[in-house]
């Protein structure tokens, strides 16, 4: 592809990502729901998995907190969220085996407008959606690894390594790595593909009091069904997510099961092509992966699926990655999108008005789904941070004191006022300078689905019985104001009043205060860290130093010689 046309792709997709992301791009944080960034977010023991709480977005906040300290923090999240929809789209784009311009388009919009792009962001999602936007660059590096060519293995790792900040993001990454580079190749990935979730994985194999999950949210997080038809349905057209309130509007219109068994029609034409061109045992690995992650999207929706699940996260550690089953489906949707594109390719050799056909299959998710524009409609707003946020975090990292911070109202989101009353995290714990406790009880649909902290229910059960809190290494109280939740009169006055604003107060706790429960030990965690950056750094310069070109100079320095 040369000229001006290998800027069409790359051109759309970065269209797409400005409408999606129009009011995001304004002054201040988007914040909704899991998605919270904040200034300058400080690198805690949390932020490695060296505290109490379940390694979930280890080792993201570390690089959040190193990115932060460089750039503020707002511009980060605008620069990630613009690059997650605009790489997501010209990676599918780009792995389409066409020459046709047009084609590739289809399967950069039918893979940035998605249903599961879509519900995610509106989750709040964003390190979960890297991973997403790292696949097709995941498979295309793993496919030149199977053909043999040469540094594909260094693109492999780097094309991973942005979507193992997370445990989920890293486990779609490594499995659609190694499926996509063949078994020939599985005595290397599988072994790079564990190194990289390393950051991870260590803190979690020696977490105190191991990993497993309360089996109340394995029916609470189950795929959901969109509009009238089942959560099959929904699922593969890569919705369904549990939570309803996130979900587009559009998605329940009588038409979308109706749309999304004609793209699996298309898309079912249109792989038949990708194994002739890519090779049968390829094609055929993507879209079995792609298949596997819609069966495990839908597992506790079927026949005894949520009595196994619930079995499995109650005894068996880090079975609870799978209890928000719907987020496998990732794996689906490359597939779907490549395979609609070639669909389209073939239907057109049949059409006159080839153009129209492309025209409407490219706009077709959509008019489908209009409601993803412009932040889902105003749902994604910038939004700024009160000045009560700065002032506590000032105070706190200024301040002797020892222990750390507790927020109340024990509850693990909040709706601000200056926020639209959305419903968000608590940001108290990427923003304070101390390790920060917040409660991890969710409420889905009116039911609370236990937490993995112990600590913290020690902490709930001191103040039920109005108990010194500073035996379990609490030195800080933040009060937050205007928001759902009470706090008991009788516990702040244990306490000393310190600051109050607006939206704040900061209380301390008086008399000595003990020291916090230990986490993980420190020292496998750090070397597991700086193994995976070595690693990734080494890639890095393996593909921007090959090897050959040292050679290459080393034997002409010794004929000169």
Not at 73 to 79: F, N, P, R
Not at 188 to 203: A, E, H, Q, S
Request: hydrophobic share 50%; glycine share 8%.
């Amino acid at each position: 592809m040369g000229g001006s046309r290998r800027f069409v792709v790359p051109g759309v997709s970065a269209v797409l990502a400005l409408i999606v992301l129009g009011p995001v791009l304004g002054t201040g944080f988007t914040l909704n729901y899991d998605m919270v960034f904040t200034p300058r977010q400080p690198l805690v023991p949390d932020s490695l998995g060296l505290g109490t709480s379940v390694a979930r977005s280890v080792p993201a906040d570390a690089v959040v907190a190193l990115l932060t300290s460089i750039v503020p923090g707002d511009l980060v999240q605008k620069a990630v969220l613009f690059l997650i929809l605009f790489m997501a789209c010209w990676g599918a784009g780009r792995l389409v085996p066409t020459e046709s311009v047009a084609i590739r388009v289809v399967a950069a919009v039918w893979y940035g407008w998605s249903a599961y792009l879509a519900e995610r962001l509106l989750m709040g999602h964003w390190a979960l959606l890297v991973a997403y936007a790292c696949l097709p660059w995941i498979a295309s590096a793993a496919l030149a690894m199977r053909r043999n060519e040469p540094r594909a293995f260094a693109k492999v790792i780097v094309a991973c390594a942005p979507a193992c900040i997370t445990p989920t993001g890293g486990l779609l990454a490594v499995v659609l790595a190694i499926v996509c580079s063949g078994k020939q190749a599985l005595v290397i990935t599988i072994p790079t593909g564990v190194l990289l979730n390393l950051p991870w994985i260590v803190p979690s194999v020696l977490r105190p009091g191991g990993t497993l999950s309360s089996p109340d949210g394995v029916a609470a997080f189950a795929a959901r069904a969109e509009n009238w038809a089942t959560p099959v349905v929904s699922v593969l057209g890569t919705g369904g997510i549990w939570n309803a309130e996130v979900t587009p509007a559009s998605r329940a219109m009588p038409v979308i099961p109706i749309l999304v068994l004609f793209s699996l029609v298309v898309a079912f034409i249109g792989l038949r092509s990708l194994a002739a061109r890519w090779g049968l045992a390829p094609a055929l690995s993507l879209v079995l992966l792609g298949v596997a992650g819609v069966v495990l999207a839908v597992f506790t929706t079927l026949p005894g699926g949520e009595d196994a699940m619930r079995w499995a996260v109650t005894h068996v550690p880090g079975a609870g990655l799978l209890r928000d089953s719907q987020k496998w489906v990732a794996w689906w949707a490359l597939p779907l999108a490549i395979g609609f594109a070639l669909g389209v390719q073939a239907a057109s050799k049949y059409l006159s008005n080839r153009v129209g056909l492309i025209t409407v299959a490219t706009i077709l998710p959509i008019l489908a789904m209009p409601d993803l524009a412009w932040g889902g409609f105003k749902q994604l707003e910038a939004v700024r941070y009160p000045v009560d946020w700065i002032t506590v975090s000032d105070i706190i990292a200024d301040d002797p004191q020892s222990g750390d911070v507790l927020t109340l109202p024990m509850a693990s989101f909040r709706r601000y006022p200056w926020n639209e009353n959305r419903t968000q995290l608590d940001p108290a714990p990427r923003i304070l300078p101390r390790t920060t406790v917040i409660d991890d009880v969710v409420v889905v649909d009116g039911r609370p689905i236990t937490g993995e902290d112990p600590r913290v229910n020690e902490i709930r059960q001191t103040l039920e019985d109005n108990g010194n809190l500073g035996v379990h290494g609490i030195g800080w109280v933040l009060v937050e104001h205007r928001t759902p939740g009470r706090v008991e009169q009788a516990t702040l006055d244990r306490l000393k009043h310190e600051w109050s604003g607006p939206w704040l107060s900061l209380y301390r706790v008086p008399g000595m205060i003990a020291r916090p429960p230990a986490g993980p030990p420190s020292l496998p965690v750090l070397a597991a860290d700086s193994v995976v950056l070595t690693v990734i750094l080494g890639a890095l310069l393996w593909l921007v130093l090959p090897a050959g070109r040292f050679i290459r100079r080393s034997r002409l320095r010794t004929a000169k010689e």
